[in-house]
């Protein structure tokens, strides 16, 4: 096989002018080039860059090291040369938050979302407008706490199988290993469901395992789950079709 240079090659940069009330001149909003995180990207040198850094360094000369690209014009989709600037990554977020398009704290459904989610922190720092380091502070928080008990906290959201709220645990992580939000009790790590269990109902019956009637192991309302025994365990994952069969018909 040749090399694919096709694939490679630039497409054009086109854009519309829209007025801009920020500043004078308009705004070009690129119309060529598809977008990721909500600026259009191009390929140059196997690198993907912002069109706008793109467009910048047709006029002013090569990028400086380590710059973000500050958009004078708060306009993601411009990418008029006069409209943008390097600035550092600090003034950048900086300015963000003063206008209120970062948002410095994280909601409890957010928090949720991140102990659930295979995503990276940066990613997620994308997708929810923070910094980084808020989302790495959240999933820390909630995993790694070390020492004396805390105190779980939860979200109520509506519960389709039952007619109560689920308690979605919004302070104790989960794993990729386990999917229950777990709290450490003295030294043992135990589910935070089976924790709030017990602060209602007493100890934990011996051998029994969890049963969730509402099916949601984000879920910690202790109205939701119950001991049970294995077998009625695996009888109810049978009956929702979570259990795969090992090959036996
Ligand atoms: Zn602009
Ligand atoms: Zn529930």
């Given at each position: 096989m040749t090399q694919n240079t096709g694939r490679f090659s630039r497409k054009e940069v086109t854009y519309i002018e829209v007025p801009c009330p920020r500043l004078g001149t308009p705004c070009w909003n690129c119309t060529s080039h598809s977008l990721a995180n909500k600026r259009p990207t191009i390929l140059v040198d196997r690198k993907r860059i912002s069109v706008a850094q793109y467009m910048w360094c047709q006029y002013h000369g090569p990028w400086p090291d380590g710059m973000d690209v500050f958009h004078e014009c708060h306009?993601?989709?411009?990418?008029?040369p006069d409209h943008i600037r390097p600035g550092t990554r600090s003034e950048n977020i900086k300015e963000k938050i003063r206008l209120g398009i970062r948002k410095l704290k994280l909601s409890a459904e957010q928090i949720s979302e991140a102990l659930l989610s295979p995503l990276s922190a940066t990613e997620l720092a994308e997708k929810f407008g923070v910094s980084q380091m808020t989302v790495v502070r959240a999933r820390t928080k909630a995993g790694q706490y070390r020492g004396g008990l805390r105190e779980p906290t939860y979200i109520e959201v509506p519960c389709p199988a039952l007619g109560t709220p689920c308690w979605n645990c919004t302070s104790h992580a989960v794993t990729r290993t386990n999917p229950y939000p777990n709290i450490l009790v003295g030294d043992k790590r135990i589910r935070v469901a089976k924790y709030m269990w017990s602060k209602r109902y007493g100890p934990w019956p011996d051998k029994m395992e969890m049963l969730h009637a509402c099916d949601n192991?984000?879920?910690?309302?202790p109205d939701h789950i119950r001991p049970g025994t294995q077998k009625e365990n695996v009888q109810e994952a049978v009956e929702r079709g979570r259990f795969k069969h090992g090959g036996a018909k």
């Open positions: 306009n993601n989709l411009c990418i008029n192991k984000l879920c910690i309302n």
